[in-house]
């Protein structure tokens, strides 16, 4: 029988070391996105010529990104705060910053401002960091306990 979760499905090893840091790379990806996010609602237009990045033709899109990046957070806490019982949604955060990482790399190399390599370079080291917290927390990528 599992720690939480499904029947038979243990969810990290207790007192795993990978959990304390694969909690502390979330912690620090909610506070990065939810700074970013802030920064953009605050102030679009200087966030735009800081970053070198033209004006989308409705200034709702931009902000409907800084929402997204303020949401985001709000998954990402869980496995900060406790990352055996959220190693799925450790697993799935995981994910979604692997595909940001790609989806900004991609852009920037359409011909997009160079600003987007650096977020990307950025969701790219969360993404390895988390894959690294889990598997140093015994878990695959889908958060259950890996078989040794």
Do not use: E, Q
Not at 13 to 34: K, N
Not at 70 to 96: K, N
């Amino acid at each position: 029988m599992g720690s939480r979760g499904s029947p038979g499905l243990r969810m990290g090893r207790a007192g795993s070391p990978g959990l304390g840091f694969l909690a502390a790379s979330f912690a620090a990806g909610a506070v990065y996105d939810a700074a970013l996010g802030l920064v953009i609602l605050a102030s679009p237009p200087a966030v735009l010529a800081f970053f070198s990045i033209p004006p989308p033709p409705d200034p709702m899109h931009f902000r409907f990104a800084a929402l997204l990046l303020l949401v985001l957070p709000l998954f990402y806490i869980l496995p900060a705060v406790d990352p055996a019982r959220f190693a799925p949604v450790a697993a799935a955060g995981t994910g979604a910053r692997t595909l940001g990482a790609a989806f900004l790399f991609a852009h920037a190399a359409a011909g997009a401002p160079a600003a987007y390599v650096g977020f990307a370079a950025v969701d790219a080291a969360f993404a390895l960091a988390h894959a690294w917290g889990l598997r140093r927390a015994g878990l695959d990528l889908l958060g259950r306990t890996r078989r040794l």
